[in-house]
């Protein structure tokens, strides 16, 4: 039940903040809004407001927002009508800019929900500071070579002070292929080593083969501190999501890329290790989510802000057909690649199972 429920709100803040970013920024540029539903599927009940019809439906996993003039509508004879060329409410007669503004505010609304997630997590929970104390070495490589080892603390990087596990990293990862004289504290007494990092292969960062004890310790934070953070926290994983897609899309690191199988399994493990754990978890799909959508790839905004984009550099728009069909047979593609990974994770399943 907890799992179900974690879900359904994962999934379901997700789309419906992604939704309300492109509802809010067309309402705001008077472009008119046919529906705003939460769920797919059946409606299960709806209100129908000055303009929009506002709907519940069956499946609570997301939401769609349906902008008028943007797609052709139904007419109650059941007949595909387009908006009028000059019907002042239609997405489709606003200027250029002003309907990618429309398309973009989706996956701009998800990055804002991960940073207010973050700032949630930071302001409740605190600071999360890991200890500048060696957990564990990796066999072969330079700190365990040096002669370090497990309990020891990393108090200094030549000379400069190192009080906790996010400052160390930061000293040694700016210093590839470079000799450095730690400062190390161990059984109350100050010892100093020479270490030589190595280059990582994919990061390009200094590396000795270190890594801390499991122990965290949060330290309350103010407001603006949980904002930083939370920011700095997006920052950070919005970098590290691009350099790992890139990677994968290159070939330097293999394509293992999750469906949602496996993602409501993480939502699950997620929500039984705590609501904090659950809205970071949120945050790092979100992101995922906006970034994704941001791509030139058929039937996601970021194809629909580069058709607009080429729209505003010709002057006029491209055949509405020919869009449509990218679009269709983008969105078959998806739906074709999503099965194929859904299809591997429930094989991962029984492996696991087995």
């Avoid at 603390?153 to 040694?172: C, F, G, K, M, Y």
């Amino acid at each position: 039940m907890l799992t179900t429920l974690a879900i359904v709100f994962v999934f379901g803040s997700m789309v419906m903040v992604h939704e309300f970013g492109h509802y809010i920024v067309a309402r705001w540029f008077g472009v008119k809004v046919i529906e705003f539903s939460f769920g797919f599927g059946p409606k299960i009940v709806g209100y129908q407001g000055k303009e929009t019809i506002y709907a519940l439906r069956i499946i609570p996993l997301g939401g769609f927002v349906k902008l008028h003039g943007m797609d052709a509508e139904v007419d109650a004879n059941g007949r595909a009508i387009i908006a009028p060329s000059k019907d002042a409410h239609s997405f489709m007669n606003k200027p250029v800019w002003q309907r990618m503004a429309v398309i973009a505010a989706g996956p701009i609304m998800n990055f804002v929900l991960a940073v207010v997630l973050f700032i949630s997590v930071f302001a409740y929970l605190g600071i999360p500071v890991v200890s500048n104390t060696i957990g564990s070495l990796v066999t072969g490589k330079p700190a365990a070579t040096a002669g370090i080892l497990p309990g020891d603390r990393i108090i200094a990087v030549n000379q400069e002070s190192t009080p906790d596990w996010t400052r160390l990293t930061e000293v040694i990862h700016a210093k590839p292929d470079q000799l450095l004289t730690l400062t190390i504290e161990r059984a109350n007494e100050k010892q100093t080593l020479t270490v030589k990092t190595e280059i990582d292969a994919q990061t390009g960062h200094g590396m000795i083969g270190i890594a801390p004890e499991e122990k965290v310790t949060y330290v309350q934070a103010s407001i603006l501190e949980s904002t930083r953070y939370g920011f700095e926290r997006s920052v950070d994983f919005t970098k590290l999501i691009l350099v790992t897609l890139t990677k994968m899309i290159t070939g330097k690191i293999p394509a293992d890329v999750g469906g949602p199988v496996m993602i409501a399994q993480v939502i699950g493990e997620g929500a039984h290790q705590g609501l904090a754990n659950l809205l970071g978890l949120t945050g790092v799909l979100s992101i995922q989510l906006g970034l994704i959508n941001l791509f030139p790839i058929p039937a996601l905004d970021g194809s629909r802000l580069i058709f607009l984009l080429i729209e505003g550099l010709r002057g006029k728009p491209l055949n509405p057909e020919k869009e449509n069909m990218i679009h269709l047979v983008g969105f078959v593609l998806l739906m074709v690649l999503m099965l194929a990974v859904t299809y591997k994770d429930v094989l991962r399943l029984f492996v696991k199972a087995g």
